[in-house]
């Protein structure tokens, strides 16, 4: 078994900004980035205007009205601070969750917003999967701020545009982004503890420092059906089984306890459609609210069955610690 043959890998840019359009395939297949995009893009100067007045909506958290540009924009990447907020800075490499308004500086046209789609966006900030602008205007806020930019062609789409999103290859889009999130490495659940009093289930660790639970697996015959179990229960929305999750997660047989999986090890979230994993995991995280930590118990038939994987013996029941970080 690859390291990572619980999840299906999600495209670069599945996560991006591009989704402009009314056509919800579109925008999971669709980049913001012109293609070009990468974590080694020059550093471009930042200056803290000219950039439009905010006329309506100017609450964290609220849809905004965003006036049209007045004359000419900076060549340069404009970036300020509307609201400072209190909590961690956006580090490179995080997954970062917003809600954002993007419109074109010289006709205020609207080309795409979170807002009217009701939940934030949530992609990794930093490393070339959003448009320049972005990675290099947004890395080091605080969440809880509200963040104008004003991004000249050669930061955002390029010499092309977007024809979908109506974005001339000459466009400064102007964005006003509000930080909710910020997730990496050593992110974990967030919540009330739940008693684990089942003698005859495994007993996951309580800590949310950023480290890996312990899961001590009772030396009793494995359950015949799925468990999933809340250890930590978050506030969050309720997973639906066509969601896509960020989690953090530890893997480890039933038999002998031995550990086959873990995101902590690699220091690295995960990020899949619940449609794309084995059936113990889009079955057992259906229904779960985001910031919860689950305690997966997978009967091999809704695991890996009969195959063998590497780590894995065929016929095998799987243990899961799983922190359900954000829907994405």
């Not at 990794?124 to 963040?147: H, T």
């Not at 809340?230 to 039933?254: M, R």
Request: charged share 25%.
């Amino acid at each position: 078994m690859r390291r990572r043959s619980l999840l299906l890998a999600v495209p670069a840019g599945l996560l991006t900004l591009a989704g402009c359009g009314d056509d919800k395939a579109d925008k999971a297949k669709s980049k913001a980035t012109d293609g070009s995009s990468n974590s080694g893009d020059a550093a471009a100067k930042i200056v803290d205007g000219p950039l439009p007045e905010i006329t309506k909506g100017d609450k964290f958290g609220t849809k905004p009205t965003v006036a049209k540009g007045s004359g000419e924009p900076s060549k340069n990447l404009a970036v300020k601070t509307l609201i400072e907020g209190k909590d961690a800075k956006v580090a490179k490499g995080d997954y970062l969750q917003v809600d954002y308004l993007g419109q074109i500086w010289a006709s205020a046209k609207v080309f795409d917003n979170s807002y009217d789609r009701g939940a934030p966006a949530v992609f990794p900030i930093g490393v070339g999967q959003v448009i320049p602008g972005w990675d290099q205007g947004l890395v080091g806020k605080k969440v809880g701020s509200r963040v104008e930019l004003g991004i000249p062609p050669e930061l955002g789409y390029g010499k092309q545009g977007n024809a979908q999103a109506g974005i001339k290859g000459t466009d400064t889009l102007v964005f006003v982004v509000d930080i909710v999130g910020s997730y990496g490495a050593k992110s974990s659940a967030k919540g009330k503890d739940v008693a684990q009093d089942n003698i005859d289930l495994p007993k996951v660790g309580m800590n949310t420092d950023g480290k890996a639970p312990s899961i001590d697996v009772p030396k009793k015959d494995a359950p015949k059906k799925l468990v999933a179990n809340y250890v930590i229960e978050g506030d969050g929305p309720a997973l639906k089984a066509q969601d896509t999750v960020l989690v953090q997660y530890k893997g480890v047989l039933w038999d002998g306890g031995k550990e086959f999986d873990s995101t902590y090890k690699r220091s690295q979230l995960a990020q899949f459609p619940l449609a794309q994993v084995v059936k113990g995991w889009s079955q057992g995280l259906t229904g779960k609210k985001v910031g919860s930590r689950v305690l997966i118990v997978v009967p091999p038939e809704l695991g890996y069955g009969d195959k063998e994987q590497q780590g894995i013996p065929a016929k095998s029941t799987l243990v899961f610690s799983v922190d359900i970080i954000a829907k994405m």
